[in-house]
């Protein structure tokens, strides 16, 4: 009974902070919203607090604040927290760091949404580059050949993962990097 109340309780500040997050405009509101997300300890939770801090609550500090929310929601296995890590990661071109989030968001499974195919693309472009990884143009190949098998399947998918996939493929066969030129 009492794992009961304290999951309610959590679940109700997890809502409360939604609630709150859609109102808030000033930086004291957007605090209480972290605040009520901490105390819902929650994965969406951690991550709206991340997207708080990156968007609503800038100072200098601002990153590392986002990447520990984010840290947290990826350990409860949330892969848009491990996307925005790996963004964050990339924007600051560490890129060992953001191939390592990409790569986990990839999960078990072939693919399941949008975000995966991104993250495919995103694995595969590292490896066809060498960023934060050796270059390795045979996985390049694999990850968007995914993408690009993949994403038509799907309605309602935003293309531009596709056409990046499409264009780095063009790429490789234009210069024979890992297949025959063609």
């Not at 930086?27 to 209480?32: A, D, G, M, N, P």
């Not at 929650?42 to 968007?55: F, H, Q, V």
């Not at 986002?66 to 890590?85: D, H, Q, S």
């Not at 960023?131 to 995914?146: H, N, P």
Request: glycine share 8%; aromatic share 16%.
């Amino acid at each position: 009974v009492i794992n009961n109340k304290d999951s309610s309780e959590k679940l109700g500040y997890f809502f409360l902070g939604r609630l709150y997050y859609n109102y808030a405009k000033t930086r004291e509101e957007y605090k209480e919203v972290v605040e009520l997300f901490d105390r819902a300890e929650d994965k969406e939770g951690y991550y709206y607090n991340a997207l708080i801090y990156i968007t609503q609550l800038k100072d200098e500090t601002k990153d590392s604040i986002a990447l520990k929310y984010l840290g947290k929601a990826a350990n409860k296995a949330y892969r848009p927290a491990m996307m925005l890590a790996g963004m964050i990661w990339e924007k600051a071109k560490d890129y060992e760091k953001a191939f390592g989030w990409y790569e986990n968001c990839l999960g078990t499974q072939l693919f399941s949404n949008e975000l995966e195919l991104e993250a495919y693309y995103k694995v595969g472009y590292f490896y066809k580059e060498g960023l934060g990884v050796e270059k390795d143009y045979t996985k390049a190949l694999e990850f968007l050949l995914v993408v690009i098998t993949e994403e038509p399947k799907q309605k309602n998918m935003n293309k531009t993962n596709y056409s990046n996939a499409n264009y780095q493929l063009g790429l490789m066969y234009e210069s024979g990097l890992g297949v025959d030129i063609d």
